[in-house]
Structures are given as structure tokens and as C-alpha cells.
């Protein structure tokens, strides 16, 4: 009998564990068990009202406008019928407000969302607003920061067909003037001769400028320097002399097109001189002018030299960080480009203490397509060359997307904190009927 | 001694069927709970894959695609591509043979409202190598539908003969779209003539709209005895909220009608079929179907932009059965090839006593006449679907995107 009475309390026990596991075992609805998914459904009905800007538009209404029923009809009508809403607009609130968003307007169709819901947030700005990208000032944290663009009145360009160099001049100064200190076009080659000798034009500063020859194989030549020893070896010295500013002021200079150095150009000083292809005003320096600024920018002893530095490497291709840049920078020039005058890898074992800064397209065939070369002097950096050996015509961009990749200025956006500017948009769902 | 003993077997076998009866119990409540368990993770796979296809924009390129996914690669987020979408081998219609060619066509829709959009299948992604790229394969089957949010229904009023009355009703999926502007361009052509004209009206409270094309306000048109075809498309837009819908007089002439196939999706290839196969002609055919093909690109601003297309058959513009004529290619120009639009064909049939017009359209990407896609696997008689819903966009008509999502292994936890 003692073991019967056993047993009963025994199962009396397992009956009371029984039902306390049962009792705090409680399983979900189904309705939570498969839910919909109605934070992404609010969400993606907001995105949807919002295409052309049409909620954008609406939420900065006053709460009288017929514009708030139009958008209760759309907001019911795309949700089905067992879905209930509110939507609530929430002006957010800038500078010293003790509250960061405050109640605007709400729409509803039902009391209450029940007690399964579920919201998201849409953050709106007036079209009133504007964003603006502010990048940094090349130059801001050091010396420099001058661009100087070549855009002489009184020279000719080659190896721009189809374009002038005053419509490219201008051209970059769009692409490049937000990234400098200060942008001066050099409107005449008197100008350029003067920046030459370390006068400013405008009070810029001459010293590590930018210096981009928008005359492609060209390059202008001031009036003074049409004499010896700058014409000797058919201008060469004029190159040669280019070379050492380019050294003494820690130019970058930027030859956008072909072969650098290829022609001098004056239209006035040289007006009887044609380039051999009838083009007046230009006398074809051949390939000495590259050598000779070369030697210039290394400092070396003048000695003229006919050699080529430049290879034909046919279709190239712009390098990783140029690639980068041009999502950074919004730059897009096509990444596949001819070259028929890359300058050969050879001329850094010719000019020791050339390096490359910056390869714009990745080497090829032993050239480097397009590059930026540094003289160095130890580690310091004295002149610069970028030099874009791509087949005529320019692409511009190429040259404003070499330049930003190597001085890499940094993007600021504007905030997003104008005032009464920003509305935040909440739309909770709730689910009835069913269970 | 024997008292004790049977205590002992009585207190025994009364503690095993206890013990048994609870271990019964306690086992309920743990299947219940595992079962919901697998239930919630079908829920929320369900959600997975279908932000995985709709905010993937896949790789179409080639005959055997990598990825899979929706999403128009111009834009951003829920936004879907309307070539993408024609390109789901549909199983919502039945599949359409064509012995002329000898192929199959996947059917999106055939003749409704006057609408047709039958692609190749060799154009089409199937259903099988959907669930491989989407990694689910013999393990969930699964069923996309992608239909537009409002509903623009387009009848044409029977009881009006003496010239065309159109009524429109425009439905949300909660409630009518009341006040709704409604954009519309009408076709049309008959013996005399043949226009296009756009114009604007809008909804009333109930979200119905009445045309009247009597020479009033609007150009006279009458559609009795077939004198006259048009195709009707409107779009409706109220608070951002986009739908659009249309209607097209398709009428079988005594010479037959037109079916348009797209031939090739890559070369925009489209034939021009005189009734036959699941079109059979029968023998009320009579002679030769003529027609004019032309094809309309539809930007957002709904001002349609005629592009001429190309003759790829030559000779006059005709079908005829009897004279070995079945079908007639033409081709969408290059240019226009990559922007939604439709194709508009007039057929007409002529004798000395009368003409019968019909015409026909075919959208060049889902969402520039409201068409809805099915795709994938029928859910019905399996054990537990989730299903889930986004609100999406197809070029800029709003569409609702449903995912039916269910195991194929089974839920059993015993047994």
C-alpha cells in the first residue's frame, strides 16, 4: 500500500512539473511564427511613394493641403486590406533644440496597430536644399596650390585635332579650379615668360605650381626665348631651359597628349616657321626637346640627343588607384586608352634620379603609357613631369584624374543639418484579422 | 509477502504508464516547438531570398546566366529591371508551341486585353535555374509573383454602338484610387485613317473614369463591325503611387488575326503570326491579313517616341496562310532595343464590301503596360508556405513583389 501512495505522489509531482513547463512554455501565434515582413514592407512602400519625389514633396506641406488626402488614398491603396497604417512626419531639429524631432503630421486608418507591428523610417529633404561636395584645397596644408593653364593666345596647339587649346584650357580649369588655391590661365606666352622668371600674375604663388601645356606635342615659347641659346638644336635648349624652371621651382608640369616637348610654338616671333606639316608658327624640335628637358629637370650638363623614348604599346589600361580615383573624384574617363608614344621604362636608369610617382596606366611592353615621373633630390622632390603618351585627341579628363590621384585632396560633404530642411518619415504597419 | 509484492507490480505498472503518458506529453510540446521553430526559419528564408532577388541585378548576359536577381543595374534598391522580368519563363499561362518554328514560347500573356508577350524559351530563365543560382535547389521550392499595385481595368462599353466608350477603374489593393490623374495615349486606324492622341482626366470618388470618344471633347471613333481598332494605354498616378493599364481591340477578321512571338530577345527579333497552332486559324480563314507594325518607346514622361521597325522578311507587309506566308519577322531597332516600350500591329482584312480592322500589342519589358509575372513552382498542397512582400518599382509603376517559399524535405519530427 506504501508504495502505491508512493507512486501517486510521485506522478502528483510529474503532473505539477507538467504543468509548469506547459504553463511557461508558451508557444508564439501563428502569425509570428511565418510573419510578414512589415518593416521591410514599409520601408519599400515608402521608397515607393517617394519615386519622382512625390512624398519628398508632400511632407513639407502644411497639414491642410489636399496633397496629405492624396497621399492617405495612395498609401491605402497600395497596402492590402488587412494591413493597417500610421505615418508620422517628424520636422528634425538642428542647433540647440532640447528636441531632436518634433511632431508635424500623422495618418492613420485604424485606433490602434495592435500589439504585433512593426515600423521604418524615411528620412526626406526639401527640394530646397542643396548638397554640396567641398573638396580640399590642394596646397591648403603646404606650400603651393597654384594652377597654371596654359592658354596662350599667341601659340598653336598639335596632336589636339578637333579640339583648341584654349576649349581644352578651359576645359580643365572646370574639371581642376575647385581642387586649387588659385587657378591662373596664362593667356599669352609674355605671361608664361614671366612665371618663367618667377613673376606672378596675380599675386599666386610661382613655387610648386601645376603647370599643364593644354598644347599638346606643342609647347608655347615666349617671345625672348625665340634667340640663342634657347633655338640652338632647333629649340632643344628652350626645352633644356624648361627642364631646369620646371627643377627650380618644383613645377608638376602636365604634357595632356603624344610626344612632350615635340614642337615650340609662338605665332608671332615665329610666324615664317612652319612644323613641317604646313602649320605656321610652330617649329618642330623633334625628339632633342624631350631628352633636353629631361637633362634639364636632372640637372645635368646639356649634351642634345636624338634618342627616342617612346614606345607604341597599342590599347592600355588605367591602373587600380586611377580606377579608385575616379569613383572618388566622379571622373570617368575611359578606362581602356591608345598609346603610340609611351616613354620608356629605360629613362629611369638613363636619369637616375627620376621616379615614377604615380602610374596612371599600368606599364606596358617596358613603357609606362602614362605616368608621373619626380625628379628627387635625396628624398626631397624637385620638378615633376606627367607626361600622357596616348594618340591624338586629348582626352582632358585623363590629365584632371592624373593630377587628383597623386595630390589625392580629400572630398568634404556638406552636412546635413540645414534647418527645417529635413523631415523624418515613420510608417508603422499592424496586421489584423487572422491569427 | 504476496500483498507487498503486488503493491510492488500494481505501484510499478501504474508509475510506467504514468511515465509513459507524460513522456507523451512533454514530447508534444517539444515537436510543437521545433515545428514552429522550422516554420520561423522558413519565414525568415523567405524574406532573405527575396531581398536576394530583388535587390541583386544578376548576370543576364549569355545563354547560361551566373547570378540571379531582379534588379534594374541603372538604379538603386527596390528597384527591378522590366527586361528581367519578361525574361522569367512564365508559369502562369500555358506554355505555347509554335510548329512554324518549331519552338516553345514562354507565356506571360496571351490576348488578354488584347495583349500578348510570348518570348522564346531558350530567352527565358526556367524556374530550375533559378533554385540552382539561388542555392535552394531540392531543398525549397518557391514561387515569385510580381504584379502591379493598382489595378487599371479598361472595358469597353457594349451597349454604346454608335462610337467608343471606355470605362476606366482604377483599384489599389486596399481601396479605389480616388482623384487619380489618368494620362492616356489611344491609337487608332480604319479605312480613312489612323491617329494618336494623348490627353488627361480623372478619377472620381470611386476611382472610375468614363471616356467617351464621340467628337465631342474627344475624336469620334466607332468601333461597330469591326470598322475600327485601337489600343488604349493609361497611366494613373496619385501621391506617387503609379499603375498603369490598357486595352487593345483584338478582333478575329475573317482573314484571321496576328500573333506577335519574339523570335529573339538578344536581336529583338518579333514574328508576326497569322492565327495558327494553339492560334488556330480554322476554316472561317479567308485570304490575306494585312498589317502595319510600329514600335513605340515609352520614357517616363509618357510621351511615346515612334521608332520605325525593321523589315526582316521583305515584300509587302502581309500574311496569308494559304500562300505560304504563316509569319512575317520584323526586328526592333538597335537603338530602341534597350528601352522599354510596345509594339503596336494593325491587321486589317479587305474586300469589295467591307474592311475589319484588329490590333494588337506587345510590351518590350514588364511594367510598360501593367503586365503581372508568375515564376517558379505552385505552392499549393504543400504542408507550410511562408510568403512575403515587397512594394517595388518597375521603371516607375508601382508593383508589389510576393515570395512563396516552402521546404521540400518535409517537416516531420518524428518518424
Known sequence: MMRTIEVLLVIIIILGASMIASFFAVLPSPREVSPLNLRRLAFTTLQVLDVNYSLSRIVFMSPNDPAWNELQIALSACLPPNIIYNLTVYEV??????????????????????????????????????????????????????????????????????????????????????????????????????????????????QNAVVINTFGEAVPIPTEYCKPPYSNGNYANYSYFLGQQVRRYNWTWASIVGYPFYYVSNTIS???????????????????????????????????????????????????????SCNYYGIYPSPNQTSTRAIQKS???????????????????????????????????????????????????????????YFKPRLYASEYTAANATRLVVLQLGLVGGV | MVSSTIDHMVSVMVFLGALLLFIGLFNQTIQTAILYQRHRYLATKCSDLLDNTLLNPGSWSGSIPTSFGLQDPEFKQYTLSPFSLMRLLSSSGDRVYYDKTGKWYSNVSWGIGGGYLLLQESGCIDYLTASKLLGINGTYGFQLTITPTVNVAIVEDKSVTDHLRLNITVMGQGSPLAGASVNYLIFWANSTTGDLRANTTKTNAVGFVLLDFDGNDLPKIEVSQNQTAYTFIARVSLGGLRGVGYLSRETV?????????????????????????????????????????????????????????????GGPWLVNYGQEKPFYAVQIPPEARNEAGFLVVTYWREDENEYEYGMVVMPWGIGVIGLSVVFGGDPRGQEWVATDVRQVLVGDIAYQAKFALWSLEGFGVVG
Not at chain 1, 623633334?286 to 636632372?298: E, R, S, T, V
Not at chain 1, 599600368?362 to 600622357?388: F, M, Q, V, W
Open chain 1, 93 to 206: 531639429q538642428s542647433g540647440n533644440a532640447t528636441e531632436l524631432y518634433r511632431f508635424k503630421m500623422s495618418i492613420s486608418n485604424a485606433e490602434s496597430l495592435g500589439i504585433a507591428s512593426d515600423a521604418a523610417s524615411y528620412l526626406v529633404a526639401s527640394s530646397n536644399v542643396t548638397f554640396h561636395v567641398i573638396p580640399e584645397k590642394i596646397g591648403t596644408s603646404g606650400v603651393g596650390g597654384t594652377l597654371y593653364i596654359l592658354n596662350c593666345s599667341d601659340a598653336r596647339g598639335w596632336w589636339i585635332a578637333g579640339y583648341t587649346a584654349q576649349s581644352l584650357a578651359q576645359d580643365l580649369k572646370n574639371l581642376l579650379e575647385p581642387y586649387f588655391k588659385t587657378t591662373v590661365m596664362v593667356q599669352n606666352t609674355t605671361d608664361f615668360g614671366k612665371i618663367l622668371n618667377n613673376n606672378t600674375l596675380q599675386g599666386e604663388v610661382v
Open chain 1, 270 to 324: 615665329l610666324k615664317d616657321s612652319q612644323n613641317g606639316y604646313g602649320i605656321y608658327g610652330m617649329i618642330k624640335v623633334d625628339k632633342p626637346g624631350m631628352n633636353a628637358f629631361l637633362q634639364g629637370l636632372d640637372n645635368e650638363q646639356y649634351t642634345p640627343s636624338s634618342a627616342s623614348v617612346v614606345g607604341d604599346v597599342g590599347v592600355v589600361q588605367l591602373s587600380p588607384q586611377v580606377l579608385d
Open chain 1, 347 to 405: 629613362i629611369l636608369s638613363t636619369y637616375p634620379n627620376l621616379t615614377v610617382g604615380l602610374l596612371i596606366f599600368d606599364e606596358k611592353s617596358g613603357c609606362y603609357p602614362g605616368a608621373l615621373y619626380n625628379h628627387r633630390n635625396g628624398t626631397k622632390i624637385e620638378g615633376s613631369l606627367l607626361a600622357l603618351g596616348l594618340t591624338r585627341t586629348p582626352d582632358i579628363r585623363l590629365t584632371a584624374i592624373g593630377l587628383l590621384s
Open chain 2, 253 to 313: 477578321t475573317k482573314a484571321g488575326n496576328i500573333i506577335p512571338f519574339i523570335e529573339s530577345y538578344e536581336n529583338g527579333t518579333i514574328l508576326l503570326a497569322h492565327k495558327w497552332g494553339k492560334n488556330d486559324p480554322g476554316k472561317e480563314c479567308q485570304g490575306a491579313l494585312h498589317f502595319n507594325a510600329t514600335f513605340y518607346v515609352l520614357p517616363d514622361n509618357f510621351s511615346p517616341i515612334k521608332s520605325d521597325v525593321l523589315n526582316l522578311t
